[in-house]
């Protein structure tokens, strides 16, 4: 390769930006975005299978429509 194959090759834009990791703050990586590594990636799975993350659902389907 010569030097400006190098050079151009350094210039490649990342696909999506960084954004900060949602379980540690810290800068994501391409790997395992949109988490920095692949402890919090597992972290955040483990959540959603223990049902840490649910949606709000109305017990009483009258109550629910009554909102509308």
Avoid at 40 to 49: A, G, M, S
Wanted: net charge negative; with cysteine.
């Amino acid at each position: 390769m010569s030097s400006e194959e190098t050079k151009g090759a350094s210039n490649v834009a990342p696909l999506r930006k960084t954004v900060p990791c949602p379980e540690c703050k810290r800068p994501s990586h391409r790997e395992h975005y949109p988490f920095c590594s692949d402890r919090c990636r597992n972290v955040d799975l483990n959540r959603w299978l223990k049902g840490s993350y649910a949606i709000p659902v109305a017990d009483d389907e009258s109550k629910a429509n009554d909102d509308e």
